[in-house]
Structure formats: C-alpha cells, structure tokens
C-alpha cells in the first residue's frame, strides 16, 4: 500500500474543495450588501411622500391644523405671479371661505435628498372654484422641506403656472 503519495492529493482536494464552498459563501453573502444609506434614502422618501399626500388632503378639506403643523414657522411661498406671502398668508388664503378645490393628484412626483433638505416636485391640475366662479389651474411646484429634529417641515413652495396650448386652426 503505498498511501504516502496519495495522501498529499487528498489533502490538497480537500482543501480546494473547503476554499471553494467559503468563497462561493462569501460571494452570496457579498452579492447584495446591505446598504444603509440607500434604505434609509429610501425609507425618507417614502415616508416625505405620504406626509405631502397627508399635507394635500388637508389643504382640499381646510384642516387647518393639519395644514399648519406641516410648516416650518418661516415658512415662504413664492406665487406663480411672482408675489411672496408668509405663513399667516398662506393659512388665510388655502383656508378662505371662498375657496374649494376640489381633490386633485400630483403628476411627475419626485423627491430629491440633500442631507436635512428634501426638495419635492411634481405638476398638478387644480379645480375648484373660488367665490363660486370655476376655476382651473396646471402648475408646476417645488416645496422645500427642511428637518427639524426629527421631522420634516416645508419652508418654503414656489409654483410656475403652466400655460394651456394654444388651439391652432
């Protein structure tokens, strides 16, 4: 029996073969790491978009606090006319008994994250009607939440009026 010359193969089989099965170990586990930043991107993102779904129902039902505890008290919004109002301003005029719109989606929804500055942009078309007369408006927006501890709070909107094609014969 000659088991001196055999043995060394089997143990460099076995060895190969341990390397083996711990590399392909090591591979599934490294082949979707687990990416902090990324989920917690994430888990923000959803988390800004239900509170602006929340903010919007609010504002279509007048619920002002809902709508009030939504912003920062610096709060700033920059018209489609150009026109800047403050908090009270907003509160006044998104609450004003004169005013309904009627629900509405947001289109184009997307969310930018910049460490504690969240800027959120979509495009809405608005109905409603205002001191009983129709209206209908199609803007684009940008509202800046900014991180307050541990909420989000907007600071500041601006809106952009788009305008209707115009028919041509």
Known sequence: MKTYGSRPRLLKATTAVALSLMLAGMLATD?????????????????????????????????????????????????????????????????????????????????????????LCGETRMTGRYGGNPFASHYRYIDVYVRHGDRWLVCSVQITKIPEPVATE
């Open 31 to 119: 082949a979707a790491p687990a990416d902090p930043v990324a989920d917690l991107a994430a888990d923000t993102t959803a988390a800004l978009t239900r509170q602006a779904d929340a903010w919007d129902q609010a504002i279509v039902r007048k619920d002002l606090p809902a709508i009030a505890g939504n912003m920062a008290d610096d709060f700033r919004q920059i018209r489609w006319n150009g026109e800047m109002v403050d908090k009270a301003t907003f509160l006044r005029d998104i609450t004003s008994p004169d005013l309904e719109i009627d629900p509405y989606t947001v289109e184009d929804f997307s969310i930018r994250l910049y460490g504690d500055v969240a800027l």
